[in-house]
Each structure stands twice: as structure tokens, then as C-alpha cells.
């Protein structure tokens, strides 16, 4: 997935828990994908966090 991510330019990030995920949304179920667009109610708070995600260190090697 990450890579098709990666073409778009849609910024992404890995967290250590499917169920922290869930609990993010208030779930009843854990989640493995979780997607935020923009709105203009939280647009400051969205760029906001696109620029740390941006600004983070890979967790991982890509191998050619």
C-alpha cells in the first residue's frame, strides 16, 4: 500500500498498533488503514501534522 502512497505524494505513517488505530476512531475493531483528507475546519491542524510526518525518518530500508 505504502507504495501506491508514495506515487500519489500522500503522506503516510506506520503506528505500532492495529487496535491503537481503532481506538483512534473509537472503533470496536481494530483497523489497519486509516485515511484523513483535508477540510477547511481542521485545514491548520492538518498541515500541521503533514509537515512532521514529512519530517520523520523512514522506519524502514527500501532494497533496490
Known amino acids: 500500500m505504502y507504495s501506491i502512497l508514495e506515487e500519489a505524494n500522500i503522506p503516510y505513517i506506520f503506528v505500532p498498533s492495529k487496535e491503537d488505530l481503532g481506538s483512534i476512531i473509537r472503533a470496536n475493531r481494530t483497523c489497519c488503514l486509516l485515511m484523513i483528507r483535508s477540510h477547511p ?24
Open 41 to 64: 475546519e481542521y485545514k491548520e491542524l492538518f498541515d500541521e501534522i503533514v509537515d512532521k510526518i514529512n519530517k520523520l525518518e523512514p522506519a524502514f530500508s527500501k532494497t533496490e
